[in-house]
């Protein structure tokens, strides 16, 4: 058996010698080419050394090292000049960023260039493999692959690969190769003229995955789409669209964040008409930032051609039934307790003309926000609007609104607080000559509020759950509107015809609040449950000639929301008819999930006569690798379905196969995308322009 030992020098002269070394590990500075302070560390069960070419001969279990890389082999030749390494028998290099393995290597030490036969390599910033009859690598960041496959997935038969005689893979840019077939696990599914694959943990330009479906409406599908970086704070994607009913869609996305908190989103989608459906097209801008440190923009625009791009692209509920859009620009600056606020909105209809829709080009506002006049329990604050209502056909002109009001905080043996208000409402109009011309108005409001608070805190006594606190907030109020003709203003919103109130209420307020301790010492506290009883007398209801089918109470309204977990949620809205106690409205949401993809959730909406419908939603994670997803809406009061929408996703490690079914009024459709590791897909047709939540 032979021994192994370490000599740890940082300079050798060997002169006139060949000494054959039996398990000897040396330490050496290597000569020129070498990064300084980095000395190479050859250790191998046989090494000699040839003077006249500076190389080494290492045989048995040979280890070189240097800094973070390690070359392990059966048999290393090594040139202590040119930093060149040749070696064979189960070669192995191992590195921070990955690893090489193969049959044979050469291999510069000092540049990282090296060439594997029969090999594999492994970079783990991008979960990147590449198998080859011939690995070639310029740099730590730059390979070539002759006959040989890549891909993002672990395993030794991948889910999936591309192959290709020639692979050129850049990390940090992209995976590039002409004539590539596509593999599933070992089997051939399609054929590529060219790839371009992103091999970065930034974002990359590059090809999206496409979509490919059937709708009843939009007749077969097939939707490619192209991302291009602009730069760290800008991207854009581009759409081309083949709806076999429809036409040609194009479309594009441009997103952008620039400084003091600006960023946006603009879409654009155009369909050229084919089968005599008529072109359409939309346009949509999301954008909220700073002009400067306190002047806020904020862009709201959507346009559409009509009412039929939503039925033909909307994909999700109140979506696709949609018959108006609303675009709106507004800019704001605040002072100290001064608020000045502007904003344009156009309402486009799309059921009809829109000549007759009435818009607001501008509205100015001006609020004095909440004033204590010196130290008194006094304050001041006012309310200011000038509107300019216009439209092509009817009634134009001018309001302006005023609302100065006073009031005060009083606290009565010390545990009640009262907060009366009073103020006074002055409309002044100037109208086009479809209407009166200059009209006035004024109309004072007086409300005032009983309140206070109750508190009790208990303990008991858990690791976890320290205290309940339980705060109590009973209170009872009043609002007082004259009844003042208001039948001469011209009407262009709620504002021109305020109702008269004479109104006493109640209400009562709980809620709960936990404090919790982690075992190291953590406090964090959660707000578990929110109830709130209330209901209205309406004074006015008393009166002689008031209907005596109509009640003076108002429903009784119960509020409540519960968290009684951060996995779960419920909200309930319920109004109680006073007197037969039947239920009037039901507004109930609710949700319960498991952190593990798991979910249930509800939300049901219902009003006496006038609607009640069903919308249910399930996330199923349980048969991994199989992910489900169901979404259903119903309306009881047309004993109809309205929508029903089911996705079956199939996760490996490294791609996604969705498989989607929708079914809504007038429209049926079979989506099937497709998302490998790395490389985004196409998610919906027509742009996404409408979706809620854009």
């Given at each position: 058996?032979?021994?192994?030992r ?11 010698l ?9 330490a ?8 300084a ?34 070359l ?5 030749q ?29 291999l510069n030490?000092?540049t990282?260039?090296g060439?594997?036969?029969?090999g594999?390599a ?10 080859g009859r ?7 960041e730059?390979?070539?692959?002759s006959?040989g ?29 002409r ?6 696990y070992?089997?051939p599914v399609?054929?590529l ?14 090809f ?20 291009q970086?602009?730069?760290r704070n ?7 669209d083949?709806l076999?009913?429809l ?11 620039f ?5 946006g989103i ?7 008409g ?17 002009l ?19 039925a ?22 605040n002072w100290d ?12 209809n799309l059921?009809?003309?829109n ?9 100015v506002r ?8 010196a ?8 309310e ?10 009817g ?22 607080e009262?907060a ?39 303990a ?5 759950l320290?205290s309940?606190?339980?705060?109590v ?39 709960f609040t ?7 010492g ?8 929110y ?7 309406d004074i006015r ?14 429903a009784l ?9 951060r996995?779960?949620?419920l909200?309930?809205?319920l109004?109680?008819?006073p ?8 507004g ?37 690798p199989?992910?489900f ?5 119903y309306?009881?009061?047309?004993s ?5 929408v ?23 459709s ?18 996404g322009?409408?979706e809620?939540?854009?």
């Amino acid at each position: 058996m032979v021994s192994r030992r370490r000599i740890s020098v940082w300079t050798i002269v060997v002169v006139g010698l060949l000494l054959p070394w039996g398990g000897t590990a040396l330490a050496l500075d290597g000569g020129a080419g070498l990064a300084a302070g980095e000395p190479v560390s050859l250790e191998a069960d046989q090494l000699s050394f040839d003077q006249g070419s500076g190389t080494y001969q290492a045989v048995g279990k040979v280890q070189l090292q240097k800094g973070s890389l390690t070359l392990h082999a059966d048999r290393v030749q090594w040139n202590e000049v040119t930093g060149e390494a040749l070696a064979s028998g189960e070669v192995e290099v191992t590195e921070p960023a990955g690893y090489l393995t193969g049959e044979s290597l050469w291999l510069n030490v000092n540049t990282a260039a090296g060439r594997l036969t029969d090999g594999r390599a492994f970079m783990r910033e991008k979960n990147v493999h590449l198998v080859g009859r011939e690995i070639e690598r310029f740099d730590a960041e730059t390979y070539r692959v002759s006959e040989g496959t890549f891909t993002t997935c672990d395993g030794a038969t991948p889910s999936w690969k591309f192959g290709a005689k020639r692979l050129d893979v850049t990390l940090g840019g992209y995976a590039r190769a002409r004539h590539v077939l596509f593999y599933v696990y070992d089997l051939p599914v399609f054929y590529l003229p060219y790839l371009i694959y992103p091999v970065s943990a930034e974002r990359e330009s590059g090809f999206l995955m496409p979509r490919f479906g059937y709708s009843d409406r939009r007749g077969t599908e097939l939707s490619l789409g192209y991302y291009q970086v602009l730069g760290r704070n800008m991207d854009a994607t581009f759409y081309l669209d083949y709806l076999s009913d429809l036409g040609v869609g194009k479309g594009a996305e441009y997103r952008y964040i620039f400084g003091q908190g600006n960023e946006g989103i603009l879409h654009g989608y155009h369909i050229s008409g084919i089968k005599d459906a008529g072109d359409r097209y939309a346009l949509d801008w999301q954008h909220l930032g700073a002009l400067s440190d306190r002047l806020r923009l904020i862009g709201d625009v959507e346009y559409v051609s009509s009412s039929d791009y939503f039925a033909d692209f909307g994909e999700e509920a109140g979506e696709y039934n949609r018959d108006m859009v609303e675009s709106v620009v507004a800019l704001s600056r605040n002072w100290d307790r001064v608020n000045l606020g502007g904003q344009f909105k156009y309402t486009r209809n799309l059921q009809g003309s829109n000549d007759a829709t009435l818009q607001q080009l501008p509205e100015v506002r001006l609020d004095l926000l909440r004033r204590r006049l010196a130290e008194t329990p006094f304050f001041t604050d006012l309310e200011s609007s000038t509107t300019y209502f216009w439209r092509r056909e009817g009634l134009k002109g001018q309001r302006l609104n005023l609302r100065p009001s006073l009031g005060a905080v009083f606290e009565a043996g010390g545990f009640l607080e009262i907060a009366p208000e009073l103020g006074y409402r002055q409309r002044l109009y100037q109208t086009s000559s479809d209407g009166p011309g200059y009209e006035a108005q004024g109309l004072a409001d007086f409300s005032t509020r009983v309140s206070t608070r109750l508190t009790r805190i208990f303990a008991p006594g858990g690791k976890k759950l320290r205290s309940i606190r339980h705060l109590v907030e009973p209170e009872i109020f009043y609002t007082y509107i004259p009844n003042v003709d208001q039948s001469h203003l011209p009407q262009f919103d709620r504002w021109d015809a305020i109702a008269p109130r004479n109104v006493l209420g109640y209400a009562l307020t709980n809620r709960f609040t936990v404090r919790l301790e982690s075992e190291e010492g953590g406090r964090s506290y959660h707000d578990f449950l929110y109830l709130r009883l209330s209901q209205e007398y309406d004074i006015r209801q008393t009166r002689l000639d008031a209907p005596e089918e109509e009640s003076p109470f108002s429903a009784l309204r119960s509020e409540l929301i519960l968290r009684p977990t951060r996995w779960s949620s419920l909200d309930l809205d319920l109004r109680l008819d006073p007197e037969g106690g039947a239920l009037t409205a039901v507004g109930a949401a609710g949700e319960i999930r498991d952190g593990e993809g798991n979910a249930l959730g509800i939300d049901y909406r219902y009003r006496r006569g006038e609607l009640e419908y069903l919308a249910a939603t399930a996330d199923m994670a349980w048969f991994n690798p199989l992910y489900f997803k169901y979404r259903h809406r119903y309306d009881f009061a047309g004993s109809k379905s309205l929508e029903s929408v089911a996705e079956v996703e199939f996760r490996a490690q490294c791609w996604s196969l969705y498989l989607t079914y929708r079914d809504r009024i007038e429209d049926r459709s079979y989506l099937v995308s497709f998302a490998l590791s790395g490389l985004g897909k196409v998610d919906l047709f027509g742009g996404g322009i409408g979706e809620p939540g854009e």
